[in-house]
């Protein structure tokens, strides 16, 4: 091979590029410790001269770039422990171990001094607390003046605390804590304000106690309802939702905002708790006010938040308005009706799309909608679950007769509260509607609704599909509801089906693939649970996977036309739709054939046999598919239904294992199918075979079930002429494989020969079998013949174990107990130590025996 370019001249070009890396990560290395040396000065003050002003983060423009542009200045190196990050850790452990010991002195040393002692040492404690930081921060000491800050605070809580105890003993709990919270925020807010270089004070202001507790302790000292305590939080998020506004300073803000959602979230909360649990509609307008205030408020914050904060703002304000709206109009009806008016309202809300808000405003009440909309679907859909699911349990009576008590005891659900679920179906079928109008009218609900959101094709496939599969869910739902007859859900749930692939044909025949997909998944759902239902009556069964055969075949050939969409697509997106179309078009197929199982089973149970003595009539299925696939030949669903049918044949074998006459036949009359198979020349490879080994399979059977003990005298005469015949095939086409000209006659003879050597109790035939498996394994490493050398080498390596096990199981007996696990771990060793060349030998022998005919 010719390298281009030589590797000498390419080694040169590596080696040049290498040391080209290195230089340039030294450059970079000497300018990032110039960078750390500039973003950490030292604590005192430096004699460096300032560092030279550069054009971009990299140096000087090219005009004006010195001779050493990554050199760093001179000056003292940067430290590799910044300063300010020890200073941190030692004030916060300080103003810890401060704050520490003046609880202790409040909490344990309390009773050791009079009043005035008490007094004097607190005040004034915290009145140099809180002077110190004024002076700290003069002489430029920030860090020292934040930590004193802190401990100031935790000692205006111990004031407060010991004011109570000392002065105010008899004053009500949570009131003198309303009250006091109320005080210390103003204190802490004037405290933050004037000493504005602090971040501490401020923000403690707001997190711990202005906006939190106030309100909420002076509605609990005043033993208020939960409507009272919604109200306390509600104005508690207002006025941290103002702070959040206009608050100064970003921590400031952030706190604000965190409290405003904690708070306003627990609010609203109670207010929708005290909303559900309203009997009647004057006992849920409270609750209703409630919910529109946090609305409001929602939507004042919203207004002016950043685009993430606005739209969860105008999620927020849109449940709501639905739980306020809803939860009057709910009071009114039955309870049972409560998700269809919590769905109008969640519909009615989408007009506001119109309305003049921000985009992200507008965002966030679409998506409100939408949520409303899917937990309404969410609440209705156990009914259809049961109605699917329930059919199941006719697997365990099949054809105990219709049930008397209609669908719901052929489900098994009789004893479920139904009448509570009748409203299940009608939301099901409304929201439905309503997606099927928006697919239709797409293009009008994109202009009406432009302002707001700009919602691309693929969203109204997604509308479509979710319709569909919506529609079919509350209609297979409706008989269970209405509590219909057996004979009528039956019928409903066959119709029903066979209209979803009707759609589903319809959809995929004009390209629209998301629709048609989904119906297509809805009809076979539906298909499996009518005849799951079916099974409960005999006439029911063949009626209804009647149907089923022909409308699944109607499908099939229906779909079988369909072409690709003419318009252009990507080379992935073309392969993607191809195999979806393929799919498609064989699963409906396949279905057809899994039903024609289900009517020959059907048949051979009306007819009174036995499972072994139908499984000749289960052949019948892989009869028409052999048919079918040699009339479809490369047609998308001819491989799926043959292999289908292929299914049919392993289930007629194992009904007919337990008798071995009926088994020995069906072996053979599948080996016929197979061989009927291989006539097509895609199928031979496989086919031809499988039917050569169902044909030796079904002799071994028939001479077991026969009782022969002595197989020779019926193998032989085959092996002989097949033996014959494969000679002749190699000397006419001498690279025709050894398996395909001896495999069958080797076989047919030694493994019925083997199984009958290990149970004979006598010598002779092991011997004489060993000898001849000897005779045609050498004959085959002889003639380099594949088939000879494998199979008459297995046979004789399980002829000699047979023969050798009892005494190798002696001689194992008679050993030390250690010296087997010993033998292995030198086995081990030994195999280890030559791995590498015991691979090399099994990779050669490998090829060896691969280069064979």
């Not at 860090?143 to 010991?162: G, H, K």
């Not at 026969?706 to 000679?727: I, M």
């Amino acid at each position: 091979m010719e390298h281009v370019p030589p590797p000498a001249e390419e080694l040169a070009l590596l080696d040049r590029e290498l040391a080209r890396l290195d230089a340039r990560r030294s450059q970079l290395l000497v300018r990032r410790a110039w960078l750390l040396s500039v973003l950490t000065p030292p604590a005192g003050p430096s004699a460096m001269p300032p560092a030279p002003q550069f054009a971009g983060p990299f140096g000087p423009p090219p005009t004006a770039r010195p001779s050493a542009p990554f050199a760093a200045p001179s000056g003292p190196p940067a430290s590799q422990a910044g300063p300010r990050s020890a200073q941190n850790v030692l004030l916060t452990l300080g103003g810890l171990l401060l704050t520490i010991a003046a609880i202790a002195f409040t909490l344990v040393s309390w009773g050791h001094m009079g009043i005035g002692g008490r007094s004097a040492v607190l005040a004034v404690v915290t009145l140099a607390a809180l002077a110190a930081p004024a002076v700290l921060l003069r002489r430029g000491l920030s860090a020292t003046a934040e930590s004193l800050a802190a401990l100031a605070s935790v000692l205006m809580i111990l004031d407060a605390y010991a004011l109570h105890r000392v002065a105010m003993p008899d004053a009500d709990g949570p009131g003198f804590a309303a009250a006091a919270s109320a005080v210390l925020a103003v204190l802490w807010g004037g405290y933050g304000l004037l000493l504005g270089r602090l971040r501490l004070p401020l923000p403690l202001a707001v997190a711990v106690v202005s906006a939190q507790l106030p309100l909420l302790l002076w509605a609990w000292s005043a033993g208020a309802g939960a409507t009272a305590f919604g109200w306390a939080l509600l104005l508690t998020a207002a006025l941290d939702c103002a702070i959040a506004v206009r608050g100064p300073g970003l921590a400031v803000r952030v706190t604000a905002c965190v409290g405003c959602w904690t708070t306003g979230l627990l609010g609203l909360l109670v207010a929708l708790t005290q909303s559900v649990s309203a009997d009647v509609a004057s006992g849920a307008v409270a609750p209703a006010v409630l919910l529109l205030a946090g609305a409001a408020l929602a939507l004042f914050g919203a207004w002016r938040a950043p685009r993430g904060l606005a739209v969860a703002g105008g999620v927020l304000a849109g449940l709501s308005g639905v739980a306020a709206v809803g939860g009057v109009l709910r009071a009114g009806v039955d309870w049972n009706w409560s998700v269809p008016v919590y769905l109008l309202c969640g519909a009615v809300l989408l007009a506001a799309v119109r309305a003049p808000l921000p985009r992200p405003v507008g965002q966030g009440l679409v998506w409100a909608s939408s949520t409303v909309t899917v937990a309404s679907v969410l609440a209705s859909a156990p009914p259809v679950g049961m109605s699917l699911m329930g059919t199941a349990s006719q697997l365990a009576r099949v054809w105990s007769g219709a049930p008397d008590a209609g669908v719901r005891a052929a489900l098994g659900t009789e004893g479920l509260a139904w009448s509570q679920l009748t409203a299940a179906p009608v939301v099901l079928l409304v929201v439905a509607g309503l997606l099927g109008a928006a697919h239709r009218s797409w293009d009008r609900l994109v202009r009406a609704a432009g302002p707001v959101v700009s919602p691309g094709p693929a969203w109204r496939n997604a509308a479509g599909a979710t319709a569909t599969a919506l529609c079919w869910a509350g209609l297979t739902a409706l008989p269970a509801v209405l509590g219909l007859s057996y004979a009528a859900a039956v019928s409903a749930q066959s119709v029903l089906t066979a209209a979803a692939f009707a759609v589903a044909v319809r959809a995929l025949r004009r390209g629209t693939g998301a629709v048609g997909t989904t119906a297509l998944v809805c009809g076979l759902a539906g298909a499996v649970s009518a005849g799951l239902l079916s099974l409960a009556a005999q006439a029911a069964t063949y009626a209804v996977f009647a149907v089923l055969l022909l409308v699944l075949g109607a499908v099939a050939v229906l779909l079988d036309g369909a072409a690709m969409p003419t318009r252009q697509l990507p080379d992935a997106r073309a392969v993607r739709a191809a195999a979806a179309l393929r799919i498609t078009q064989a699963v409906p197929a396949c279905g057809a054939v899994v039903c024609a199982m289900v009517l020959a089973r059907a048949a051979g149970a009306s007819l009174g046999l036995a499972g072994y003595q139908a499984a000749p009539l289960m052949l019948a299925v892989p009869g028409v598919t052999v048919l079918l696939g040699a009339r479809l030949r490369n047609r998308p669903s001819a491989l799926p239904v043959e292999l289908t049918g292929a299914l049919s044949a392993v289930v007629a074998v194992i009904m007919a294992v337990p008798d071995r006459p009926f088994l020995a036949l069906v072996l053979a009359l599948s080996g016929v199918l197979a061989a009927g198979t291989a006539v097509r020349a895609e199928r031979r490879p496989v086919a031809g075979y499988l039917a050569v080994a169902l044909f030796v399979l079904a002799t071994w059977v028939r001479l077991s079930a026969s009782g022969v003990s002595e197989p020779e005298a019926y193998t032989l005469p085959v092996t002989v002429p097949a033996l014959a015949v494969g000679v002749l095939r190699r000397r006419r086409d001498p690279e025709a494989s050894s398996w395909t000209a001896y495999g069958a006659g080797l076989t047919a003879t030694l493994v019925p020969s083997l199984f009958a050597a290990w149970v004979d109790p006598h010598w002779l035939r092991p011997l004489l079998l060993g000898v001849a498996a000897l005779v045609i394994t050498l004959a085959g490493a002889r003639l380099r013949l594949q088939a000879l050398l494998l199979v008459g080498g297995a046979v004789l390596a399980l002829d000699a174990v047979h023969e050798l096990a009892p005494y190798v199981v002696q001689v194992v007996g008679a050993l030390p107990r250690w010296l087997p696990p010993a033998l292995a771990g030198l086995l081990l060793l030994v195999v280890g130590a030559t791995y590498e060349q015991r691979l090399r030998d099994a990779r050669r022998l490998k090829e060896t025996v691969g280069r064979m005919r």
